[in-house]
C-alpha cells in the first residue's frame, strides 16, 4: 500500500465478505476475451478481512490470455489444469501465494511461455518434464518450495533460457543438473542455494559461456573450487559460500576479468590470500562491467550474511556492493599489499581467519568516489 492510499480501520476489514472460488469463478466467467488478468500485491486482500480462496479451474475459456499475474495474495491449492488452455500466456507469476501439491500442469499446450514464477509457495514433487516444451522460455523462478528430484534431462532443450533462479528446494545431483545446464547457451543467472546438500562439487563441466551469476551457497558442497569456473568469462557473481570447499584459493579467480562480487565464506580454505586475486580488474577499474547486468523482471536477488537472516534484498545483480567476502575459513599469512589496487571494493570481509594483521598503513582502500567501504579482520 502506496502513501496516497486510505488506510482501512478494523472494523471496515470485519464488514467484508470472504471471496471465494465460486465469485472468482464468475468474475473471469464474465472476461472470456481476456488478455491480462494482474491480481497482485495485495490489491486482492485489500477487499477481505480472510482469504483462502484456491485458484479456480476455469481458465479453459481464456484462449487470448497472454499475462496472468497474481502473486502476493493467499491463493491456495493445485495449479489450475485449464492454465495448460491458455495457448497464448507468455507469463505466469503465481509468487508469495500458497499453492500446494505437485506441478501437473501440462506445459506442452503453453508454447508461448516465456516467464514461470512461482516461487515462494508449498509446492512439492519433481518438476515436470513437459516445461522443457516452453521453449520461449527466458525466466523459471521455482526458490522457496518442497521440490524434489533431479533436474529433468530435457531441460537442455531450453535453448532460450537466461534466468533460473530454485534456491530452498530439495534438489539432487548437481552434476547432472550443470551437465544438462550447461547446454543452455544463453543462461546468465544461475541460483542453485540450498539445494544437493552434501554432494561434490563437480569437477567436469564445461559451458556457460554466458553465465553472469552463479550462486551455490549453503549447499553443504565438498571438494576444491573448481576449475571450470575460470572458463566462465563473464562472470560477475560468485557465491561459494557456507559449503565445505578445501584447499586453497586458485589464483586463477584474478583474471576473472567482469568479477565483481566474489563470496568463498563460510568454507574450509587454507592457505594465503593469492596475490593474482588483487588482479581482479572490475574491482580495479572504473570501468566496471556490473551495468551489463540487468533485472530479471523484477524478480528480487538476495545475499545472507548468516544462515538466520532473511538476506538483503537487491533488485538486480548489479546492485550488489563490490566484495570480496573470505570470511569464517582457515585462511593464513597476511594481507597482500596489493588488494590497495581495489579502488572500486565496498566490502573486505577477512574476519575469522588466521590472518595477521600487520603493515596495513602501507596501502590505501577506496577513493573519493567511494562513498562506502567496509573492512572486516576481526
Same mark, same amino acid.
Given at each position: 500500500?502506496?502513501?496516497?492510499?486510505?488506510?482501512?480501520?478494523?472494523?471496515?476489514?470485519?464488514?467484508?465478505? @470472504?471471496?471465494?472460488?465460486? @465469485?472468482?469463478?464468475?468474475?473471469?466467467?464474465?472476461?472470456?476475451?481476456?488478455?491480462?488478468?494482474?491480481?497482485?500485491? *495485495?490489491?486482492?486482500?485489500?477487499?477481505?478481512?480472510?482469504?483462502?480462496?484456491?485458484?479456480?479451474?476455469?481458465?479453459?475459456?481464456?484462449?487470448?490470455?497472454?499475462?496472468?499475474?497474481?502473486?502476493?495474495?493467499?491463493?491456495?491449492?493445485?495449479?489450475?489444469?485449464?492454465?495448460?488452455?491458455?495457448? +497464448?500466456?507468455?507469463?505466469?507469476?503465481?509468487?508469495?501465494? /500458497?499453492?500446494? &501439491?505437485?506441478?501437473?500442469?501440462?506445459?506442452?499446450?503453453?508454447?508461448?511461455?516465456?516467464?514461470?514464477?512461482? @516461487?515462494? =509457495?508449498?509446492?512439492? &514433487? $519433481?518438476? %515436470?518434464?513437459?516445461?522443457? *516444451?516452453?521453449?520461449?522460455?527466458?525466466?523459471?523462478?521455482?526458490? +522457496? #518450495?518442497?521440490?524434489?528430484?533431479?533436474?529433468?534431462?530435457?531441460?537442455?532443450?531450453?535453448?532460450?533460457?537466461?534466468?533460473?533462479?530454485?534456491?530452498?528446494?530439495?534438489?539432487?545431483?548437481? /552434476?547432472?543438473?550443470?551437465?544438462?545446464?550447461?547446454?543452455?547457451?544463453?543462461?546468465?543467472? !544461475?541460483?542453485?542455494?540450498?539445494?544437493?546438500?552434501?554432494?561434490?562439487?563437480?569437477?567436469?563441466?564445461?559451458?556457460?559461456?554466458?553465465?553472469?551469476? !552463479?550462486?551455490?551457497?549453503?549447499? &553443504?558442497? +565438498?571438494?576444491?573450487?573448481?576449475?571450470?569456473?575460470?572458463?566462465?568469462?563473464?562472470?560477475?557473481?560468485?557465491?561459494?559460500?557456507?559449503?565445505?570447499? *578445501?584447499?586453497?584459493?586458485? $589464483?586463477?579467480?584474478? /583474471?576473472?576479468? =567482469?568479477?565483481?562480487? !566474489? *563470496?568463498?565464506?563460510?568454507?574450509?580454505?587454507?592457505?594465503?590470500?593469492?596475490? #593474482?586475486?588483487?588482479?581482479?580488474?572490475?574491482?580495479?577499474?572504473? #570501468?566496471?562491467?556490473?551495468?551489463?547486468?540487468?533485472?530479471?523482471?523484477?524478480? %528480487?536477488?538476495?545475499?545472507?550474511?548468516?544462515?538466520? /537472516?532473511?538476506?538483503?534484498?537487491?533488485?538486480? @545483480?548489479?546492485?550488489?556492493?563490490?566484495?570480496?567476502?573470505?570470511?569464517? =575459513?582457515?585462511?593464513?599469512?597476511?594481507?597482500?599489499?596489493?588488494?590497495?589496487?581495489?579502488?572500486?571494493?565496498?566490502?573486505?570481509?577477512?574476519?575469522?581467519?588466521?590472518?595477521?594483521?600487520?603493515?596495513?598503513?602501507?596501502?590505501?582502500?577506496?577513493?573519493?568516489?567511494?562513498?562506502?567501504?567496509?573492512?572486516?579482520?576481526?
Amino acid at each position: 500500500m502506496d502513501s496516497c492510499e486510505e488506510s482501512v480501520d478494523g472494523e471496515q476489514q470485519r464488514r467484508r465478505p @470472504a471471496v471465494t472460488a465460486t @465469485a472468482m469463478a464468475t468474475t473471469i466467467s464474465l472476461f472470456p476475451s481476456l488478455s491480462f488478468f494482474f491480481f497482485t500485491f *495485495d490489491r486482492f486482500t485489500e477487499m477481505v478481512s480472510t482469504l483462502t480462496c484456491e485458484l479456480p479451474n476455469v481458465f479453459g475459456n481464456l484462449t487470448n490470455l497472454e499475462f496472468f499475474i497474481a502473486n502476493s495474495n493467499f491463493f491456495s491449492g493445485p495449479l489450475p489444469l485449464s492454465l495448460a488452455l491458455c495457448s +497464448k500466456l507468455s507469463v505466469l507469476d503465481l509468487r508469495n501465494n /500458497s499453492l500446494t &501439491g505437485s506441478i501437473d500442469l501440462n506445459f506442452t499446450g503453453l508454447p508461448s511461455l516465456g516467464m514461470l514464477v512461482l @516461487a515462494s =509457495n508449498r509446492f512439492s &514433487g $519433481p518438476l %515436470p518434464n513437459s516445461l522443457a *516444451d516452453c521453449h520461449q522460455s527466458k525466466i523459471l523462478s521455482l526458490d +522457496k #518450495n518442497n521440490f524434489t528430484g533431479q533436474l529433468p534431462e530435457n531441460f537442455a532443450k531450453l535453448q532460450s533460457l537466461l534466468f533460473l533462479s530454485s534456491s530452498n528446494n530439495s534438489f539432487v545431483d548437481l /552434476s547432472r543438473a550443470l551437465s544438462v545446464l550447461q547446454q543452455c547457451k544463453n543462461l546468465t543467472t !544461475l541460483i542453485f542455494a540450498m539445494n544437493f546438500i552434501g554432494e561434490e562439487i563437480p569437477k567436469n563441466v564445461s559451458g556457460f559461456e554466458s553465465l553472469m551469476v !552463479l550462486g551455490i551457497g549453503y549447499c &553443504g558442497l +565438498k571438494g576444491h573450487i573448481p576449475v571450470w569456473l575460470s572458463s566462465c568469462k563473464k562472470l560477475h557473481v560468485l557465491d561459494l559460500s557456507w559449503n565445505h570447499l *578445501d584447499g586453497r584459493i586458485p $589464483p586463477w579467480i584474478g /583474471s576473472m576479468e =567482469n568479477l565483481f562480487y !566474489l *563470496d568463498l565464506s563460510n568454507n574450509s580454505l587454507t592457505g594465503e590470500i593469492p596475490t #593474482n586475486l588483487t588482479e581482479l580488474k572490475s574491482l580495479i577499474s572504473t #570501468n566496471c562491467c556490473s551495468s551489463n547486468l540487468t533485472s530479471a523482471a523484477g524478480i %528480487p536477488l538476495f545475499v545472507k550474511r548468516s544462515q538466520s /537472516s532473511n538476506g538483503l534484498q537487491y533488485k538486480q @545483480a548489479s546492485s550488489f556492493p563490490p566484495s570480496i567476502s573470505l570470511s569464517n =575459513n582457515m585462511i593464513n599469512g597476511t594481507i597482500p599489499p596489493e588488494v590497495g589496487r581495489w579502488k572500486q571494493l565496498h566490502v573486505l570481509d577477512l574476519s575469522r581467519n588466521n590472518i595477521s594483521w600487520r603493515d596495513h598503513a602501507q596501502f590505501h582502500f577506496g577513493d573519493a568516489e567511494l562513498g562506502i567501504f567496509r573492512l572486516v579482520i576481526q
